[in-house]
Each structure stands twice: as structure tokens, then as C-alpha cells.
């Protein structure tokens, strides 16, 4: 595609229900990385793939949290048990091969848990 | 470790007047520098960046930045701006080695016609 796509662009949820944020990278970038953005705060690095498998998941704030990337394309970012402190916007970059590369990144999803 | 610093959560300069928004960094190896900029509504889109070469870096819309390791500080800079510079930056550093991006809480620049 274009650019990299994230959906939905908006979610609110109810506290304790689970959630899904899709990233759509893209098409050839190797790697995808996940960011979330709280309220006043800067970006919070949460995982980072290369191709499909994740060599660093060390943002990834509890168990409640996973990710995974299939086709070497799209990723799916899951919350269980939303908790309110979950909200947030929640945003997916590419790239063509790491950092030095230029990372692209989506328009985020924003999350809000009530 | 690593992390940086944006004095300035807001900055506002007249149109035509000169941009400096202040990035500090700390990391314990040779960083990467970034500036990225989010317009409303819009994803983040990358400014500029340093990766060991020269020090002075020019990017996109006539935005550019200093490398100065002996203040530890990657200042973007613009001479004169223009009511499309209105957005919030983000200032970035990681390492080679590492694909993790740590981000300052960024700065809003508002211009003043």
C-alpha cells in the first residue's frame, strides 16, 4: 500500500474487555515496530519485529500484552483485560531494514478503556 | 541506557522569525539522532537525521539540526518560519545495534502570524 494503514482508527472499550489493534505495513518492509502514546507522554517503544519473529519485545508493559506478525506483513497488537491506564494511541511504524532506514509510520489507533 | 530531553513542551515564534526547538540526549555509546514531526491528524513523519557523518544535518522543509557531543545536544533549527511549521516534534535517539526509538515528550510549535 501507500503507507502503513492501522485499524481501527478509534476503539473504545469496555475495562476488562479484550482488544485487537491491526498494522498494515508497508508492502516490503522487513521490519515493523509498535509505539504507544499516553496523554502528555512521548512515545513508548513496545516491540519491534523483523520479519516475522520479534527479537526485542522489551517494551511490552505486562502479560496482558502480545503481538505477533504473520506473512511477514501484517501485525496484530493484543490487549487482554483492558485496564484503564490501556488508553492511549497506539502506533505502528515500518521500515525497509531497521533504523537507519527511514521508519514510516501509521496514524495510530486510539484506544479508550471506560 | 539512553533517553532524551525537550525543553519546551510549547514554543511559539512569529511567522518569519527564527525556529529553535531544543533536543538533549544521554546515551552511553555513539547515538542516532532523529527529528520527527506529527501535523494534526497525520502519522509522524521523519525531518532528519544524524548517523555518524556529518554533523550539520539538513532535512525536509528547510529544517536542519547540530550534532554537538561535548553538549550532548541535537537542536532543530529553521531561519524563518512559516504557518505550515505549526505541528509537534519529536526528537529520537537510539544506537547502532539497536531498533529501539526513545522518544522526548515532544514540543508544539504554534506560529503567530
Known amino acids: 500500500g501507500a503507507g502503513v494503514s492501522q485499524s481501527p482508527s478509534n476503539k473504545v472499550t469496555e475495562k476488562g474487555k479484550d482488544v485487537e489493534l491491526r498494522c498494515d505495513p508497508i508492502s516490503g518492509h522487513t521490519a515493523l515496530y509498535w509505539y504507544r502514546q499516553r496523554l502528555g507522554q512521548g512515545l513508548e517503544f513496545l516491540i519491534y519485529?523483523?520479519?516475522?519473529?520479534?527479537?526485542?519485545k522489551s517494551g511490552l508493559p505486562s502479560d496482558r500484552f502480545s503481538a505477533e506478525r504473520t506473512g511477514e506483513s501484517v501485525s496484530t497488537l493484543t490487549i487482554q483485560r483492558t485496564q484503564q491506564e490501556d488508553s492511549a494511541v497506539y502506533l505502528c511504524?515500518?521500515?525497509?531494514?531497521?533504523?537507519?532506514?527511514?521508519?514510516?509510520f501509521g496514524q495510530g489507533t486510539r484506544l479508550t478503556v471506560v | 541506557a539512553q533517553s532524551v530531553t525537550q525543553l519546551g513542551s510549547h514554543v511559539s515564534v512569529s511567522e518569519g522569525a527564527l525556529v529553535l526547538l531544543r533536543c538533549n540526549y544521554s546515551s552511553s555509546v555513539p547515538p542516532y539522532l532523529f527529528w520527527y514531526v506529527q501535523y494534526p491528524n497525520q502519522g509522524l513523519q521523519l525531518l532528519l537525521k544524524?548517523?555518524?557523518?556529518?554533523?550539520l544535518v539538513k532535512g525536509i522543509n528547510g529544517f536542519e539540526a547540530e550534532f554537538k557531543k561535548s553538549e550532548t545536544s541535537f537542536h532543530l533549527t529553521k531561519p524563518s518560519a512559516h504557518m505550515s511549521d505549526a505541528a509537534e516534534y519529536f526528537c529520537a535517539v537510539s544506537h547502532f545495534g539497536n531498533e529501539k526509538l526513545t522518544f522526548g515528550t515532544g514540543t508544539r510549535l504554534t506560529i503567530i502570524p
Open positions: 519485529f523483523q520479519g516475522n519473529s520479534a527479537p526485542d
Open positions: 511504524a515500518s521500515s525497509s531494514g531497521g533504523l537507519v532506514a527511514e521508519a514510516f
Open positions: 544524524y548517523t555518524s557523518a556529518a554533523t
